[in-house]
């Protein structure tokens, strides 16, 4: 939390610097949602071409700041800027960067890097980016195209044909009202119309009804049951759930779609991602020599396993 506020403090910095926030207290300026600034930022400037990542970009002292340096820095979620042209993005970055270097180098001055808490520090960062770094790259060699269609092709083959239907309903308080509505629609009465004048279900109640697709498990029991049995165009009688009383109308039913590779890819490639990831740690972890000494935590007993 602290390093998050610290990276967004010198970026505010950079975003006053630049004047991007521009006001008469600084006080206000730093609290200004960073709308504030893209409302005032120049017009886009059409992309520049790429530069090598080895191309200086300012110097602090004689310290280079490269190409490089500013497309890590981008990649830092805490100095996400939506909204902001890449040009633009570029300018602040810079600014950034120029800030982090200057404090940088002041605390080195101050030897801060030489206290053991800093040194611990340091050795945790250093392996956790060491660690992700890794992992990335081992993850990208199992997540290849054929292993993600070998996987879908595996879970559709084992998937088991599912029913669904599309209904609307109308929800009112009490029975008498239910069959009040129930009779009104079997009577010629449009459900949707009706659905819109005396629904209590806000979420169904603007869009005449509509529940749209939905499978047996996704709703409450009495419902689906009810829904289920019912044939296209039908219209049920009261049904009670701990919502109140439903009229139901059934339009149609169908078996469940299987989802394509392409609307799926994107949650398989991160399944295999994670497992391969998880699979390569406890590879790593068989392999190693693991001492716990007698100051280590005691090791929590695994959960009871449920019948």
């Known amino acids: 939390m602290i390093k998050s ?17 521009r006001t008469g207290a600084v006080a206000l300026a730093l609290s200004l949602p960073l709308a504030s600034a893209r409302a005032q ?17 300012a110097k602090v002292n004689g310290a280079a700041i490269t190409a490089g340096d500013l497309a890590i820095a981008s990649e830092d979620p805490a100095l996400s800027l939506p909204g ?34 800093f040194q611990r520090k340091l050795a945790y960062f250093k392996d956790k980016l060491l660690l992700d770094e890794y992992l990335e790259r081992e993850a990208k060699k199992a997540a290849t195209p054929e292993a993600a269609k070998a996987l879908y092709d ?25 069959k009040k509505i129930a009779a009104r629609i079997k009577a010629g009465e449009d459900f949707a119309k009706v659905a819109g004048e005396v629904s209590k279900d806000p979420g169904s109640k603007t869009e005449g009804g509509d529940l749209g697709w939905f499978t047996k498990e996704r709703m409450v029991a009495p419902f689906a049951e009810a ?7 039908q219209v049920s009688d009261p049904i009670k759930t701990q919502f109140g009383w439903h009229v139901i109308k059934l339009e149609e039913k169908r078996t469940k779609p299987v989802p394509t590779f392409a609307e799926m890819k994107e949650q398989v490639d991160q399944y295999i991602t994670r497992k391969s990831q998880q699979d390569l740690i406890l590879k790593l972890r068989e392999g190693a020599k693991i001492e716990r000494t007698a100051a280590a935590p005691a090791v929590a007993p695994a959960p009871p396993k449920t019948p």
């Open 5 to 21: 506020l610290s990276r967004s403090g010198l970026l505010r910095s950079s975003l006053l610097r630049t004047g991007l926030l």
């Open 84 to 117: 902001v042209d890449d040009a633009q993005k570029k300018t602040l970055l810079v600014d950034y960067m120029i800030d982090l270097k200057v404090g940088s180098q002041a605390a080195e001055a101050a030897k801060i890097g030489d206290s053991p808490d």
């Open 41 to 57: 930022a120049p017009a886009a400037t059409p992309a520049a071409a790429p530069v090598a990542p080895e191309t200086v970009v």
């Open 154 to 178: 595996q879970t559709v083959k084992a998937m088991k044909p599912e029913e669904e239907v599309h209904a609307r309903h109308i929800l009112v308080e009490s029975e008498d009202e239910a």
């Open 227 to 233: 829904a289920f049995k019912m044939n296209p165009g």
